[in-house]
């Protein structure tokens, strides 16, 4: 599974941004895809994930209510929706992917995309 992430750039505190990730390769079935994010000097951090099957969600504390996981079947791309974002977000988010059913555990990494959130 090859994964292509895009999306990231600057904003400003308050605002959205939404991230997309194209997964492309072997089968599909039972996958899991996810967002990760890693702010400098700190360690690697679940964001959210999406169980491919029957679109179940996933989501950390810390972005629960502000950011939506989703999937689109047809593209075989994964967004996340970040809302009401702050500079505690900013980091370098990652999408990930297992055909294991797993929600943290991953073995499939696209390179990130950087989030830059001004105050």
């Known amino acids: 599974v090859q994964l292509q992430a895009s999306g990231g750039g600057l904003v400003q505190a308050g605002g959205s941004r939404r991230l997309s990730c194209a997964a492309s390769?072997?089968?599909?079935?039972?996958?899991?895809m996810a967002w990760f994010r890693q702010a400098p000097g700190k360690e690697r951090e679940f964001v959210a994930a999406?169980?491919?099957?029957?679109?179940?969600?996933y989501y950390s504390d810390s972005v629960k209510g502000r950011f939506t996981i989703s999937r689109d079947n047809a593209k075989t791309t994964v967004y996340l929706q970040m809302n009401s974002l702050t500079p505690e977000d900013t980091a370098d988010y990652h999408c990930?992917?297992?055909?294991?059913?797993?929600?943290?555990?991953?073995?499939?990494w696209g390179q990130g995309t950087q989030v830059t959130v001004s105050s």
């Open positions: 990930a992917a297992n055909q294991r059913g797993r929600i943290y555990t991953h073995d499939y």
């Open positions: 390769g072997r089968t599909f079935s039972g996958i899991v």
């Open positions: 999406v169980r491919w099957t029957d679109g179940s969600t």
